[in-house]
């Protein structure tokens, strides 16, 4: 380490560069710093003489950041994040007492599978504590790679490098219908499978779940009589109707209100899939924050299945 050449620099500048980068904007950096507008082009300057580096240049949509400077920020975030959990005093995490609230992003599956032995738990051990459960998409995520989201809960999203996961649980999928359905007896095979109506679980707007992605590498196809995102309403349909649905294994072993349904095996080959904890790498040093991710780590684990 190069203590002189570190002596000789402002580590405040680095603060600067991550608002300049956030924004791309000098005034609006200025403004959410609380500087002048003339206060923070200088620091833009001091950071260019640093890095020998325009940082910011200007482009058809404003100012846009040079190859150096986004080969710089995920160190200079890091390096931030570092001081930052150094200078922030430990606090003493007691979860009888603690009123922390924590925010949750889960899919739906994952919040039928995860939500009430949860909250059962923290009746128990944390009486105070909150939660905030969140649905997946592209402004949450983006708000957990940010460290402004504690958790999520699901297939695992795309690596950050600044996103640390555990493996909670696998998972595959089983064919369910109702118990006294007329057509659907012992055994289930693939012709039937293939005439009968379903209902469809699909997050997505093209209507289609994984059965239709297997089925297509064969060219092949069902009846896709109902689409739903919802894993209960879909529980619901299959109760009270003739159509069958095909739904992660874990959901009918844990889900407390299933009486009224046979499972089955499916008669085609479904790839199995995994489910992840993540989290910001900056809550590694947050006692409060390791208590839950334990304790989230416990309900998986105790989950049947």
Request: hydrophobic content about 40%; overall charge neutral; aromatic content about 6%.
């Amino acid at each position: 380490m190069n203590i002189v050449n570190i002596k000789k620099q402002d580590l405040n500048l680095l603060l600067m560069f991550e608002l300049l980068m956030q924004e791309r904007n000098v005034s609006r950096a200025a403004e959410r710093a609380h500087i002048t507008q003339s206060a923070m082009s200088h620091c833009l300057a001091r950071l260019r003489e640093m890095f020998q580096d325009p940082i910011l240049a200007r482009g058809s949509s404003g100012m846009e950041a040079t190859e150096r400077a986004l080969a710089l920020r995920d160190p200079i975030r890091k390096v931030l994040i570092e001081v930052e959990q150094i200078l922030t005093p430990a606090k003493p995490f007691d979860p009888l007492t603690d009123d922390r609230s924590f925010s949750v992003i889960l899919t739906d599956y994952t919040e039928l599978l995860i939500s009430r032995p949860l909250l059962l738990r923290l009746e128990d051990q944390a009486p105070n504590i909150q939660l905030s459960f969140r649905k997946v998409n592209p402004e949450n995520i983006a708000a957990l790679e940010a460290g402004e989201m504690d958790f999520f809960i699901g297939r695992a999203p795309k690596k950050k490098q600044y996103l640390e996961d555990c493996l909670l649980f696998s998972d595959d999928y089983c064919t369910i219908a109702q118990n006294n359905h007329p057509q659907v007896r012992k055994n289930l095979t693939k012709n039937l499978f293939l005439k009968m109506q379903h209902v469809v679980l699909s997050p997505g707007e093209d209507g289609k779940g994984i059965v239709d992605h297997v089925l297509e590498k064969n060219d092949q196809q069902r009846i896709r009589t109902v689409t739903t995102p919802y894993i209960s309403s879909l529980i619901s349909i299959v109760e009270n109707s003739k159509l069958i649905a095909t739904i992660p294994r874990r959901i009918v072993d844990n889900h407390p209100g299933i009486a009224n349904i046979q499972v089955h095996q499916p008669p085609i080959e479904i790839p199995s899939f995994s489910v992840h904890l993540s989290w910001h790498e900056r809550s590694r040093y947050d006692s409060a924050h390791q208590w839950m991710k334990n304790l989230i780590i416990s309900v998986a684990a105790d989950l049947g299945g």
